[in-house]
C-alpha cells in the first residue's frame, strides 16, 4: 500500500511569484486536506476536498486555492506569495465515509521558503 | 481562547519514567479526538484516536474527558525514542475540519 506522497519536497519562491504544491493520497483514499505549519506552530487547516469538491476551509484568503483530480490526487496553489508563506505544506488523506471523522494520515510534506 | 490548547513544554524526563500530557478543547460539540507524534522536520504520524471510553497501546494510554473538555495521553516507561512533539487535534465540530493545537515537546534523557 503506498502513503501519501507530496511534490516537491523543497521549493524557493519570491515574493509575488505563484507556487504550485502537489499531492497524491494513500491507496483507497477519497479525501484530501492541506495544512500550513509555520515553525513552533501546530499545522493550520486549510481546505478539505471531497469528490472534487471542496468540503470546508480554514481562514486562508482566495490566494489559496486548489483542487482534487478524479485519482483523489491534488493540488494547492498560493497566488501572490507572500514572506509569511513560508512554511512546511502538509497534505493528508482520510478514507471518508458518510458521517465518519476518519483519521488522517500525512505525507511528508512541502517546505516553502519566500524570499 | 485558542480552539484548542496544549502546553508547550519542553517536558524532560529521565528513561523509564511515567509522564502526562494534557490538553483543552473549547467546543463542546467536537467529536474526534486524536493524538498525533511529529518528529523534528517530519510529518505528523497518528499515534492514536481517543475514544469515549478511553483506550491504550501499549506503553501510551488516551482518555477523554468531556464534561471537562480535555483529552489526555499518558507514556509510561519513556524510551529514549519518545522524545518528539505529541500534537493534540479535535475536529471541527459539524465539519470535516482537524484543529491542531501547538504541540507539546518531550525529550526523554538517558
Known amino acids: 500500500e503506498t502513503g501519501v506522497t507530496q511534490s516537491p519536497t523543497h521549493l524557493i519562491k519570491t515574493r509575488g511569484q505563484q507556487v504550485t504544491l502537489r499531492c497524491s493520497s494513500q491507496s483507497g483514499h477519497n479525501t484530501v486536506s492541506w495544512y500550513q505549519q509555520a515553525l513552533g506552530q501546530g499545522p493550520q487547516f486549510i481546505f478539505q476536498?471531497?469528490?472534487?469538491?471542496?468540503?470546508g476551509r480554514g481562514n486562508f484568503p482566495p490566494r489559496f486555492s486548489g483542487l482534487q483530480f478524479p485519482n483523489y490526487s491534488s493540488e494547492l496553489n498560493v497566488n501572490a506569495l507572500e514572506l509569511d508563506d513560508s512554511a512546511l505544506y502538509l497534505c493528508?488523506?482520510?478514507?471518508?465515509?458518510?458521517?465518519?471523522?476518519?483519521?488522517?494520515?500525512f505525507g511528508p510534506g512541502t517546505r516553502l521558503t519566500v524570499l | 481562547r485558542k480552539e484548542v490548547e496544549q502546553d508547550p513544554g519542553p517536558f524532560n524526563v529521565p528513561e523509564g519514567a511515567t509522564v502526562a500530557f494534557n490538553c483543552t478543547y473549547s467546543?463542546?460539540?467536537?467529536?474526534?479526538f486524536f493524538w498525533y507524534r511529529q518528529d523534528c522536520r517530519k510529518e505528523p504520524k497518528l499515534l492514536m484516536s481517543v475514544y469515549s471510553s478511553g483506550n491504550e497501546d501499549g506503553r501510551f494510554t488516551a482518555q477523554l474527558n468531556r464534561a471537562s473538555q480535555y483529552i489526555s495521553l499518558l507514556i509510561r516507561d519513556s524510551k529514549l525514542s519518545d522524545s518528539a512533539t505529541y500534537l493534540c487535534v479535535v475536529n471541527g465540530a459539524g465539519t470535516y475540519k482537524y484543529i491542531f493545537g501547538t504541540g507539546t515537546r518531550l525529550k526523554v534523557l538517558a
Open positions: 467546543n463542546s460539540a467536537s467529536q474526534s
Open positions: 493528508a488523506s482520510s478514507p471518508r465515509t458518510s458521517g465518519s471523522w476518519n483519521e488522517q494520515f
Open positions: 476536498y471531497y469528490r472534487e469538491e471542496e468540503n
